[in-house]
Nanobody
Framework: QVQLVESGGDSVQDGGSLRLTCAAS????????MAWFRQGPGMRREGVAA????????YVMDSLRDRFAISRDNAKKTLYLQMNSLKPDDTAMYYC???????????????????WGQGTQVTVSS
């Protein structure tokens, strides 16, 4: 069983920064692919970034790559999402997700992730 708890969401001004944290309760954390998704008001949930099992193998959605960065600390069983230069369009509930990913990589899509946190709200005001 994998339990994921997100934190770090907040209300910030346009141009601000936040760091989201996802703490995992799982035995072999390093074997899981981890990701961040988000769902804005009236929007479909979308993949934001992923951190795979291979060291330093990460992916960030193209449109966010210049502002967002994902990282993981396997010793602490924690996933991070650093978000800079935030915009009102970034307003969303942000979810942490984990995938068994036996190949060490999965496409960043809802159906490929088995475990989900409850989410943390990010609100960016202009």
């Amino acid at each position: 069983q994998v339990q994921l708890v997100e934190s770090g969401g907040d209300s910030v001004q346009d141009g601000g920064s936040l760091r989201l944290t996802c703490a995992a309760s799982v035995y072999n954390y390093s074997s899981y692919c981890m990701a961040w998704f988000r769902q804005g008001p009236g929007m479909r949930r979308e993949g934001v970034a992923a951190a795979y099992t291979a060291a330093d193998y990460t992916y960030v959605m193209d449109s966010l790559r210049d502002r967002f960065a994902i990282s993981r600390d396997n010793a602490k069983k924690t996933l991070y999402l650093q978000m800079n230069s935030l915009k009102p369009d970034d307003t969303a509930m942000y979810y942490c997700a984990a995938s068994d990913c036996p190949r060490g990589w999965v496409l960043l899509a809802d159906q490929n992730f088995n475990y989900w946190g409850q989410g943390t709200q990010v609100t960016v005001s202009s």
